[in-house]
């Protein structure tokens, strides 16, 4: 595994200045779900495909940008799910953004996932890993991830982090969504959540939510690259993930890109979740 950690924090090295001194702008290429892609999608993408490939112990990996997987080692225990750059299109507004990667062995369920690892790329990168705890690292000026320390939730948070188009919210939703701002929580949203679900876990709690819409029954977030991996996270520092009605971890996903109805915090505010939503 921390040849897997090595590569990681490789590719965060050269991701973080392909986004400081890069083009911003866009490839004439889409994704699987569609998405425009920004020509440093591509090349994070690439980057990361690099590193791994030197990596004897990933078998395959499978990313965000990519239709299916890529084989990579035969002998290898380890399949890794990623998002290379997730948040891509804050890039030209200069706000923070991330790489997430899912550790798994076997196949792509939740159950599967062995490790999870995300960077932040924000006025500082920062690195989190996720094994039977979750451990924070900070890059210095040599370019060395130095540990910080280790993330623990609150019982309860203030943070309040509501996403997807409102317009689209189910009237349940809604009324959590005010219930909670009621009880005096604070808005937190930035549209990256690898920054919005980082503050969260840092500031020791709250909730983080992308429901299912009318606009996107499933919700918009991907279980193998995005949910799954935070999912981890949640639970290790002391947290929850559900879709509402049950664990994240829980789930397995029928295609490399399927997406699943997510809320991510600390667990009063999940249990209150579960009181609408389950
Ligand atoms: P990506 O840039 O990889 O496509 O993902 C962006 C995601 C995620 O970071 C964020 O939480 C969510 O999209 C925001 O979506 P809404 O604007 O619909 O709330
Ligand atoms: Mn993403
Ligand atoms: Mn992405």
Redesign the pocket.
Known sequence: MTEIFEAIKRSAIRIKEAIEYDDTGYSDHHNA?G?TQLKLDIKSDLIIEEEFQSVLSVKEIVS?EKEEATPLHVNGKYLVGY?P?????LIDVNLS??SIFGIYEGDYAGSSLKASVYVVYGPRVELVIATDKVYMYRLNKQNEFIFQKEIHLGEKGKLNAP???QKGWSKEHKALVDAIFQDGYRLR?S????P?LHQILLKGGGLFS?PSTSDVPKG??RMIF?VFPFAFVFEKAGGMAIDGKNRLLDLAPMHPHDTTPCFFGSNEEIKRVLSIHG
């Open positions: 779900t998405d965000e998002d750059l997730d948040g891509s299109s953004v991330g996403g997807a188009t949203y549209g990256g959540m690898v919005d992308y918009k977030l995005e």
